[in-house]
């Protein structure tokens, strides 16, 4: 069982179209990360959201955690073909001292022109 | 600021074999965090290590695989007597522990293993 679950898996989209991808959990969390990946690299740090109800933006990317740190969500504007990759949560349980990382199996994301 | 590297980037080795992989941390950073990828899947945690102690293991870390950071500096990863099943992305990560930015994870490109 994912400790983090994302929907969607796949999101296959034209150029110029918003899109939201979600995360959730049963589970609290201290902090959640949103990463980018393309394929063949590693994970990209994008952003790190750490208070309830926490909003941030990143040009074209709305981060939202929410009120009782169980979710977040990730929201592109007007997307483009160069946000195409697979974009994955990831947290550090509350608690945890250790910094240890649970992550979402992932939304690939693909943007045509 | 140099990134979180990994060599070597690919490796395809038999059934059986031994393989180490080498990760470099940020220069700074005294966490370091190995992981495995597998396809359609985000990273699963493997290790930690705080400077040169070796904190936490997953149970996903059988007997097969040792993890070193002898000098709190740059880490290895062994598997001994490779199967089908160790095929993956390793990938390793840093942070800058004791201070509000413990949980910014960056991590390195990642060594492919693909076991024949």
């Known amino acids: 069982t994912q400790l983090l679950e994302q929907s969607p898996q796949f999101l296959s989209i034209q150029e110029g179209e918003n899109l939201t991808v979600y995360c959730n959990s049963s589970?609290?969390?201290?902090?959640l990360q949103w990463y980018r990946q393309e394929p063949g690299e590693g994970p990209v740090l994008l952003v790190t959201?750490?208070?309830?109800?926490e909003v941030k933006k990143l040009k074209r990317l709305t981060f939202q955690f929410g009120d009782a740190r169980k979710d977040s969500s990730l929201h592109i504007t007007a997307a483009q073909p160069g946000d195409t990759g697979l974009y994955l949560c990831?947290?550090?349980?509350?608690?945890?001292?250790?910094?240890?990382?649970?992550f979402g199996r992932g939304t690939q994301l693909t943007v045509w022109p | 600021d140099t990134g979180v590297s990994q060599n070597p980037r690919h490796k395809i080795t038999k059934r059986g074999q031994n393989v180490t992989f080498r990760c470099d941390p940020i220069?700074?950073?005294?966490?370091l965090y190995w992981y495995r990828q597998t396809l359609g899947q985000g990273p699963e945690f493997l290790t930690y290590?705080?400077?040169?102690?070796?904190?936490?293991k997953s149970r996903l870390l059988s007997d097969r695989f040792s993890a070193e950071r002898p000098k709190g500096s740059f880490s290895t990863l062994e598997i001994q007597r490779t199967e089908q099943g160790d095929s993956a992305m390793y990938l390793c990560?840093?942070?800058?522990?004791?201070?509000?930015?413990?949980?910014?994870?960056?991590f390195g490109p990642g060594t492919r293993l693909t076991v024949t």
């Open positions: 220069s700074e950073h005294n966490r």
């Open positions: 959201v750490v208070t309830g109800g």
């Open positions: 990560a840093s942070s800058l522990g004791g201070t509000s930015f413990s949980y910014e994870q960056y």
């Open positions: 589970s609290v969390f201290s902090s």
């Open positions: 990831a947290g550090a349980v509350r608690g945890s001292t250790l910094g240890r990382l649970y």
């Open positions: 290590f705080q400077n040169e102690a070796q904190l936490e």
